[in-house]
């Protein structure tokens, strides 16, 4: 079932040899570790291709080939390890606050070769770390996820954040503390989720 998903996402995206077996890597380091620490539910696994890399990897057609990328709440490492895969020429920092995930993350970096890093620390504890795109998906609801990611969006990097079906509820709340341009591009992965693309944050001052 897995290799089927697989195939589907292959149809449907444009993948180098190279990048497709970074990615084979990663999802093997993900298969090898995903029961002994729950990384991912036992349904999601075959779907893994077309639900989970397929939703990140629309975020590559707003992510140069050299670009600095912080991933915030990488998790199992979705869009952090996607990313990193993609784009070997950048260098994408995943900021996780939970140590075996943070030992997963290191080690399906090592098996891939990608060129990236892990921080273990809560993201608002973060000191500087340079970017050029700040992503999360499945992190934080979009105001609280401005919070987090104000450091760096403020400075001029672009966030690339994407949302579930509550997302126009979310942008809504957002705007009553924040003032930012926003794109909301529908998902390629079909359902009411979006990918909000983020620039020119400031603070509201009234």
């Excluded at 030992?103 to 273990?120: E, M, W």
């Amino acid at each position: 079932m897995v290799n089927e998903d697989r195939a589907a996402f292959l149809a449907a995206n444009d993948v180098s040899r190279e990048t497709l077996e970074r990615l084979d890597r990663v999802l093997a380091t993900l298969d090898d570790w995903r029961n002994r620490t729950n990384l991912i539910g036992p349904r999601e696994w075959p779907v893994i291709w077309a639900r989970h890399v397929a939703d990140c990897f629309q975020l590559l057609d707003y992510i140069p080939d050299d670009a600095r990328v912080v991933d915030l709440g990488s998790g199992a490492g979705f869009p952090g390890l996607i990313i990193a895969a993609a784009r070997p020429h950048g260098h994408v920092t995943m900021i996780e606050s939970v140590g075996k995930k943070c030992a997963f993350l290191r080690a399906a970096i090592d098996a891939a070769g990608l060129s990236a890093t892990v921080r273990q620390e809560r993201v608002e504890s973060l000191g500087p770390t340079p970017a050029d795109i700040v992503t999360a998906r499945a992190f934080a609801p979009l105001p609280k996820l401005l919070d987090y990611a104000a450091p760096w969006l403020e400075s001029g990097a672009t966030g690339l954040f994407l949302k579930g079906e509550r997302w126009k509820e979310e942008l809504t709340e957002a705007r009553q503390r924040w003032n930012f341009a926003c794109e909301a591009i529908p998902s390629r992965v079909g359902g009411s989720g979006r990918l909000l693309i983020v620039r020119e944050l400031r603070r509201d001052r009234q």
